[in-house]
């Protein structure tokens, strides 16, 4: 299997159709894993781009994290053994990045790995989640423990599925454009302000930029043992955001707590370097404005500790986090002291009081 991701970004249904020509040869039977809302408002925009589509086996599963899990993959791969899978058959991914991840985990292991397709329909999944290979499910609370680097035969980024996507989603991916602009330079991150609050129809160009940078950074690093880390970037934070409100019982969107990660990191950021005043103050006003952070309910520092402590990024030596410095400019791994990581919480909170004032 391959080590990079192969994109295509088919600007119609013909050329999307054209695509999927080359890509089925040489299967002996097709896949399609999508969940029940994919099911509805994608699969009938996919059936007619090709004849073997509307003879592919539906394997449909219920939305959301929890089909991440190893009972919904064990049914899976029943489905797929009782209907005479073999290792020439192809699984089409369409969906978000759960319906990715768990896809791309399911054939990288079925009879030792069979071929895979990703069709995000997700604003996260196109630039995030369907790039670079990473695979998994969730085991309990543990997000993504059980995975696998496994590279799809090709990733097709069709913007159109976007124009069913509820506000929510819009929003948990615009953050990790924002993440990829602020790891890229200046000028994407302009041209990605422009567009906010982005929403149907986008610049087919802003998304092909993003997956692309992703995809650079990727191709730099697939297992993700050195510069592939950047794309870590808000995720300190985010992660153990994301998990406090998991078990708290009021989930938010990976997205969304990723941009709060981003604007509690930019403070570590200033503590580190605080010549980046002037640049901070502007993405952290950015960032406030677009997600509302001066409404939200936000933990107590010594709730998030033990997310931030157990978060699998760490190391034996201690916490570790991505710096921003500059556009295109960060630490990567830095390390932090949960005293440094508490100030820059603690700054953030009253960043946001002052603005209630
Ligand atoms: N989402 C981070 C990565 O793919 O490495």
Not at 86 to 112: E, M, P
Not at 137 to 165: E, Q, R, V, W
Request: hydrophobic share 45%; aromatic share 8%; proline share 5%.
């Amino acid at each position: 299997m391959s080590t990079i991701d192969q994109l295509l970004f088919p600007e119609s249904a013909d050329s999307f159709s054209e695509a999927l020509k080359h890509l089925f040869d040489d299967h002996s039977q097709l896949f399609i894993l999508c969940d029940e809302n994919t099911f509805n408002a994608c699969f009938p925009v996919l059936a007619p781009l090709h004849p073997l589509l509307t003879e592919a086996e539906i394997l449909v599963i219920e939305p959301g994290e929890v089909s991440k899990c190893l009972e919904v993959a064990q049914q899976l791969f029943e489905q797929l053994i009782e209907s005479n899978a073999d290792r020439q058959s192809l699984l089409i991914n369409l969906g978000g990045g759960v319906v990715t991840d768990l896809g791309g985990w399911l054939a990288s292991n079925y009879k030792r790995g069979i071929p895979f397709l990703n069709i995000p329909t997700s604003l996260l999944a196109m630039v995030d989640a369907a790039i670079g290979g990473k695979t998994g499910i969730d085991l309990g609370h543990h997000k993504n423990m059980i995975g696998t680097f496994a590279f799809a035969k090709c990733t097709l980024i069709y913007p159109p599925f976007l124009s069913s996507l509820p506000q929510t989603e819009w929003m948990s991916g615009s953050a990790e454009l924002v993440k990829h602009a602020l790891l890229d330079e200046r000028a994407s991150y302009d041209a990605l302000l422009e567009q906010l609050p982005l929403h149907w129809p986008i610049p087919p160009a802003l998304i092909h930029h993003s997956c692309a940078f992703k995809a650079s950074v990727v191709a730099t690093d697939p297992n993700d043992n050195g510069p592939r880390k950047m794309l870590n970037l808000g995720h300190t934070f985010g992660h153990a955001l994301e998990s406090w409100h998991m078990e708290m019982g009021t989930p938010v969107a990976h997205g969304i707590a990723v941009a709060a990660g981003l604007f509690i990191e930019l403070e570590l950021a200033l503590q580190n370097q605080a010549a980046l005043g002037e640049e901070v103050a502007q993405i952290q006003h950015d960032l406030v404005t677009h997600y509302n952070f001066a409404q939200w309910k936000w933990p107590a520092i010594e709730k998030l500790m033990p997310y931030i402590i157990n978060d699998k990024k760490n190391d034996s030596i201690g916490i570790r986090c991505v710096i921003w410095q500059a556009f295109g400019k960060f630490e990567l791994g830095a390390l932090q002291s949960e005293d440094a990581l508490t100030k820059s919480y603690e700054a953030a909170m009253m960043h946001l009081n002052n603005l209630k004032m």
